[in-house]
């Protein structure tokens, strides 16, 4: 059984697997029915399959089945992962705290919402994510393309994920209407807020900043 599923699948004990850049992760034996059937599931915390570009939303799926106690989960850059996983993370996995998806133009809107279900979500990031409605532009400067989260989603994020103190939204075409919002949060601090290369300016940066005395804040504006 050469496949990741099976590697997940008979070692119970395994806390933290790092499958950063496997290009041939499948995930599905032949047998991984019989697998999820049998209640076979790991005690895994920590998965790391980002960039692993071949990974498809069925193999994604069946990892996830064995994963009901993963806590930190990556899988930036992974290209095919579209909705239909996140949109079932809080059931498979609603333990996760740490979520990265950045790199990812498959994922839309109406999938990125549900993340508001993940109850014990924490950390998030959502860098160079696009195809999420609007914002989409090219920032003749450096001549890359910002990648489009509109300011309804991140505002709606922020303020619906009340656990949430740390928060990624690197190379997003946000300005200060999407992340204004943390101006009234009453919920969680917010400990790490990252906006480089968005048109966040300096002025709502510095009020988030009066707001969040601790906050650690990443910022370098894509008009400077």
């Not at 806390?15 to 290009?23: G, H, I, P, V």
């Not at 300011?151 to 690197?170: E, T």
Request: aromatic share 4%; glycine share 4%; with cysteine.
């Amino acid at each position: 059984m050469n496949t990741l599923l099976g590697v997940i699948s008979h070692l119970p004990y395994l806390d933290t697997l790092n499958a950063l850049a496997c290009d041939n992760v499948s995930g599905l034996p032949l047998d991984s029915s019989r697998i999820i059937k049998s209640g076979c599931h790991s005690n895994l915390k920590r998965l790391d399959l980002s960039t692993s570009v071949n990974l498809s939303d069925e193999a994604l799926l069946e990892i996830l089945r064995l994963c009901h106690n993963l806590q930190t989960l990556d899988i930036s850059g992974c290209k095919y992962i579209s909705s239909a996983v996140i949109e079932q993370l809080h059931v498979l996995v609603p333990h996760v705290w740490e979520l990265k998806i950045a790199k990812n133009d498959r994922i839309t809107e109406e999938g990125f919402q549900t993340l508001v279900k993940l109850r014990n979500l924490i950390s998030l990031n959502l860098s160079l994510c696009c195809n999420v409605t609007d914002g989409m532009y090219e920032c003749l400067k450096t001549r890359s393309v910002l990648m489009g989260l509109s300011a309804d989603l991140v505002r709606f994020l922020l303020s619906s994920i009340q656990r949430l103190n740390i928060i990624h939204l690197m190379g997003c075409a946000i300005t200060d209407s999407a992340v204004d919002t943390l101006l009234y949060r009453n919920s969680t601090p917010l400990h790490i807020l990252a906006v480089m290369n968005t048109r966040v300016t300096l002025l709502t940066v510095e009020k988030i900043r009066a707001r969040f005395p601790h906050l650690n804040v990443h910022f370098l504006s894509s008009n400077s």
